[in-house]
T-cell receptor, first 116, second 114 residues
Framework: NAGVMQNPRHLVRRRGQEARLRCSPMKGHSHVYWYRQLPEEGLKFMVYLQKENIIDESGMPKERFSAEFPKEGPSILRIQQVVRGDSAAYFC??????????????FGPGTRLLVL | GNSVTQMEGPVTLSEEAFLTINCTYTATGYPSLFWYVQYPGEGLQLLLKATKADDKGSNKGFEATYRKETTSFHLEKGSVQVSDSAVYFCALSEVKDSNYQLIWGAGTKLIIKP
């Protein structure tokens, strides 16, 4: 029973390039959450998606960042024109139903993005 | 807004030592509280949780009690093993515009020496 998969595990980009991070939730899970962890800081919520819908994007930067979770395939977090400050670990989590504040979220291993 | 504060790491202990990792929080309402653990190279895993005051969460020899009076959720283990070396995150749930979010502490790295 595969867990949450994220790829790539490590991604190096030069300033101005695009970064695409992929997340495949656990089988049977249709709710996905993206978090960012800056160096020496805790995780920060970015966005919550259900299949084909963005439910809560209150943690997403207003520019350059976007997320999608299509009917088929993984969820994608896209960062356009990356800057050095985007260097961080990006974690994806999934749940079988809408998270109600008590249940477990299941996490992937994260993608470490380094912007040169 | 709500926040979580954890003791800074790394925390280095010898095998079989007693462990405490402090976690305090500020929150309106009555959040659920969580400890997640991240082993090297892996994703975060839920270690234990407590959903109301005075609840005790426990798993794998770890315990934490939801103390509303001191707004704390300290993680304890009586005798640590080398395999407990990991990063430990304290978190709470928060409702924002009808959506629940997890608010995280910065994490505490634990190193256990044989």
């Amino acid at each position: 029973n595969a867990g949450v998969m994220q790829n790539p595990r490590h991604l190096v980009r030069r300033r101005g390039q695009e970064a695409r991070l992929r997340c495949s939730p656990m089988k049977g899970h249709s709710h996905v959450y993206w978090y960012r962890q800056l160096p020496e800081e805790g995780l920060k919520f970015m966005v919550y998606l259900q299949k084909e819908n963005i439910i809560d994007e209150s943690g997403m930067p207003k520019e350059r960042f976007s997320a999608e979770f299509p009917k088929e395939g993984p969820s994608i977090l896209r960062i356009q024109q990356v800057v050095r400050g985007d260097s961080a670990a990006y974690f994806c989590a999934s749940s079988p139903t809408r998270w109600g504040g008590e249940e477990t979220q299941y996490f992937g291993p994260g993608t470490r993005l380094l912007v040169l | 807004g709500n926040s979580v504060t954890q003791m800074e790491g790394p925390v280095t202990l010898s095998e079989e030592a007693f462990l405490t990792i402090n976690c305090t929080y500020t929150a309106t309402g009555y959040p659920s509280l969580f400890w997640y653990v991240q082993y090297p190279g892996e994703g975060l895993q839920l270690l234990l949780k407590a959903t109301k005051a005075d609840d005790k969460g426990s798993n794998k020899g770890f315990e934490a009690t939801y103390r509303k009076e001191t707004t704390s959720f300290h993680l304890e283990k009586g005798s640590v093993q080398v395999s407990d070396s990991a990063v430990y995150f304290c978190a709470l749930s928060e409702v924002k515009d009808s959506n629940y979010q997890l608010i995280w502490g910065a994490g505490t790295k634990l190193i256990i020496k044989p």
